[in-house]
């Protein structure tokens, strides 16, 4: 059923992640000319492939796993990996950021909005398996009455 809670807590999940499209994790006064992520003055998912892939990848697993409703233990399995691709986005997008730190000089960059959306799709999804567990421990119970 799709009006279930965690169907609406994936949902947020998957919202938090696109989000990153509009929303950068950092941004500088000014463009730095020798940094491969401030080159524009913004630090954002569009600045590397590999995040955007991560990225991409984790918002649409957690939205396919809306879908998957009548199959929980797949539902519960898109999650994982979704939360999954979230961390190891969160940890690329930090070794990236401490890689160019050096070529940054004494600039230093402000936090965004940005920064806290992963983490926060984090909390959606592992919220989400929750509910998806309650409601496998519910049918479970209800098939021993049968």
């Known amino acids: 059923m799709i009006q279930r809670i965690q169907s609406i807590l994936l ?17 500088s006064d000014s463009a730095i000319a020798a940094s491969n992520l401030f080159n524009d003055g913004v ?3 569009q ?13 649409a697993l957690a939205f396919i796993a809306i879908f998957l409703f009548n199959n929980r233990k797949t539902q519960l399995t898109l999650s994982r990996i979704s939360i ?15 890689q160019d730190s050096n070529a940054m000089g004494a600039a230093t960059p402000n936090e965004e909005l ?3 959306l992963p983490v926060l799709s984090i909390l959606f999804a592992a919220f989400a398996m929750r509910f998806i567990n ?10 021993r009455l049968r």
């Open 114 to 116: 940005g920064l806290g």
């Open 134 to 143: 309650k409601d496998e421990k519910l049918v479970k119970s209800m098939d």
């Open 11 to 27: 949902l947020l999940a998957a919202a938090a992640v696109f989000a990153l499209f509009k929303l950068p994790f950092g941004s």
């Open 84 to 98: 999954i691709a979230n961390v190891i986005g969160i940890i690329f997008a930090v070794v990236l950021f401490m």
């Open 43 to 45: 630090f954002n998912i």
């Open 47 to 59: 600045d590397h492939v590999g995040l955007l892939s991560l990225f991409c990848g984790a918002g």
